[in-house]
């Protein structure tokens, strides 16, 4: 059992930036493949950014390419998302989430663990 827990959102200004953290618990985090996604309102959940369980491999939505990041502290327990040149459409519930292997993967339904979620809003 994995238990996910987000935090770092908040408010940001367009071009900002942002870091959020994702603190797990359980252990086998390390052999844990993350992932974040994001729901805005009236929208479905959608695949941001997922990385494998050594980090060695990192995956990214062509919507944030280029201004976020994904990394993990397997000794820490967790996971970022670091989010540059923020834009008012980033504005979403961030939700942590982690598979049972070790593989990333970008479909949502992959992931067996969630987190309550993050706020992040972006004004223009």
């Known amino acids: 059992q994995v238990q996910l827990v987000e935090s770092g959102g908040g408010l940001a200004q367009t071009g900002g930036s942002l870091r959020l953290s994702c603190a797990a618990s359980g252990r086998t985090f390390s052999s844990n493949a993350m992932g974040w996604f994001r729901q805005a309102p009236g929208k479905e959940r959608e695949f941001v950014a997922a990385i494998n369980w050594s980090g060695g491999s990192t995956y990214y939505a062509d919507s944030v390419k280029g201004r976020f990041a994904i990394s993990r502290d397997n000794a820490k327990k967790t996971v970022y998302l670091q989010m540059n040149s923020l834009k008012p459409e980033d504005t979403a519930v961030y939700y942590c989430?982690?598979?049972?292997?070790?593989?990333?993967?970008?479909?949502?339904?992959?992931?067996?663990?969630w987190g309550q979620g993050t706020q992040v809003t972006v004004s223009s």
């Open positions: 989430a982690a598979r049972k292997t070790t593989l990333a993967t970008q479909a949502r339904y992959e992931y067996d663990y």
